[in-house]
């Protein structure tokens, strides 16, 4: 079983930052791919970045184009979004998840999810 909790989202002017963070229980976060996903109003929750568990390889959706950077800190039980360049068309709620097996971008893989945090761009 694994909890998560969001944090770090907020408002922020087109062309700003924010960094997420989330923080998990239990002692095998090391196992997980964890992943962010988002999901703006009326809209589907989408993929947005993933992370094996030794923090080696990340992933990302396309449209982030190098803005966007994930990564871990295992001895913490914490990962992280960093959002740079960010643009109106980013507002959404993100979430954390952890997922235990299938596909890295599908949402149904991943059976740990957070409550989500707002990020608000504004132009």
């Known amino acids: 079983q694994v909890q998560l909790v969001e944090s770090g989202g907020g408002l922020v002017q087109a062309g700003g930052s924010l960094r997420l963070s989330c923080a998990a229980s239990g002692r095998t976060f090391s196992n997980y791919v964890m992943g962010w996903f988002r999901q703006a109003p009326g809209k589907e929750r989408e993929f947005v970045a993933a992370i094996r568990g030794s923090g080696g390889t990340a992933y990302y959706a396309d449209f982030v184009k190098g803005r966007f950077t994930i990564s871990r800190d295992n001895a913490k039980n914490l990962v992280y979004l960093q959002l740079n360049t960010l643009k109106p068309e980013d507002t959404a709620v993100y979430y954390c998840?952890?997922?235990?097996?299938?596909?890295?971008?599908?949402?149904?893989?991943?059976?740990?999810w957070g409550q989500g945090t707002q990020v608000t761009v504004s132009s």
């Open positions: 998840a952890a997922r235990t097996i299938g596909s890295l971008t599908t949402r149904s893989s991943y059976d740990y």
